[in-house]
């Protein structure tokens, strides 16, 4: 089946620092990509819909300054948390979509800000 | 978006039938009803869709109402690895494809 492989799985840095999140389609090419927040207990919640080769659209109350999205190529894209913060830990997950098809997830990437 | 109604929580004995319920009364014409689990410390995994007749794949089956203002997820024969919890979700491939998770439901599962 389709594999989506999202790297790192956990990183652990100081406040302030910025963290990239990379998001890979290995055995297809993704037209869109999607990347969520899930904090513990809670459901995911979407942050951001990314089509290659265009601006991402976030959703109501995710600040674009502050989670940086790239969608270079069919098969990679990239979120970077600027200057993060204790407050912006959480789980992160993207997913690829060829469409109208099922979305594929990645196994996603602990964010831990001390 | 439409919004999508589950129990909080379920329980099942192993290797007995599941049916894990979802209610969407405001879903429209165009809205897939998608289904994924997601395991602690993973990304959800897909598990059925359907638009208006019901599905079955390797996994499981998706009973559709009549009117779609519900569906019903049936894992045929619970195991210990089935323990999760179930999104149903709606997606509208002509408005972005998005998805909005709901709070789903946590499957236990008895030995």
């Known amino acids: 089946g389709a594999v989506v492989s999202q790297h790192p799985s956990w990183v652990i840095c100081k406040s302030g620092t910025s963290v990239k999140i990379e998001c890979r389609s290995l055995d297809f090419q993704a037209t869109t990509m999607f990347w969520y927040r899930q904090f513990p207990k809670q459901s995911l919640m979407l942050m951001a819909t990314s089509n290659e080769g265009s601006k991402a659209t976030y959703e109501q109350g995710v600040e674009k300054d502050k989670f940086l999205i790239n969608h270079a190529s069919l098969t990679l894209s990239t979120l970077t948390v600027t200057s993060a913060h204790p407050e912006d830990s959480s789980f992160y997950i993207c997913?690829?979509?060829?469409?109208?098809?099922?979305?594929?997830f990645g196994d996603g990437t602990r964010l831990s800000i001390l | 978006d439409a919004k999508t109604t589950q129990p909080n929580s379920m329980e099942s004995n192993e290797e007995e039938p599941v049916h894990l319920p979802c209610n969407h009364s405001t879903i429209s014409g165009t809205d897939y009803i998608h289904w994924y689990r997601q395991l602690p410390s993973q990304g959800p995994e897909y598990v059925i869709h359907g638009l208006t007749s019901n599905v079955n794949n390797r996994m499981a089956s998706l009973a559709i109402a009549e009117d779609r203002k519900s569906s019903t997820l049936i894992l045929h024969r619970a195991t210990l690895r089935d323990a999760a919890v179930y999104y149903c979700?709606?997606?509208?491939?002509?408005?972005?494809?998005?998805?909005?998770f709901g709070t789903g439901t946590s499957l236990t599962v008895i030995p």
């Open positions: 979700i709606l997606r509208d491939p002509n408005t972005g494809n998005q998805f909005y």
């Open positions: 997913s690829a979509s060829t469409g109208a098809g099922p979305q594929h």
